[in-house]
């Protein structure tokens, strides 16, 4: 019987990916032995295989890529602002 980790990270349960498929384990194996020490939600059956995958391709690297997109609008002063504006509301309306 396996003991069980946690909470892994993702690169932990990709670096294991590598190793087992650079030593000839099968996807399914693979699968197998993820779920038997992290449990059903470790990563999905498609997700094994796009990851052996990029291996394969020669791929190196077990961390997320930086990836581009709209960067995000919300700072700890809007936020502050925001809260501020709830607690007039509350306090005009006179309901709480």
């Known amino acids: ?23 000839n384990v099968k996807q399914a194996a693979i699968r197998r032995q993820l779920v038997e020490i992290r449990g059903e939600n470790v990563m999905t059956d498609e997700m094994v295989r796009k990851w052996i995958r990029q291996f394969n391709d ?22 502050a602002k925001v809260n501020e504006k709830i607690r007039e509301f509350v306090k005009t309306d006179g309901s709480q």
Not at 5 to 19: G, L, Q, W, Y
Not at 59 to 72: C, L, M
């Open 58 to 79: 020669g791929r190196t690297n077990v961390h997320d890529e930086a990836r581009g997109g709209r960067p995000s609008v919300v700072n700890d002063g809007l936020v």
């Open 1 to 23: 019987m396996f003991k069980t980790i946690a909470d892994p990270a993702d690169c932990e349960v990709r670096s294991v990916i590598r190793f087992l498929s650079v030593n």
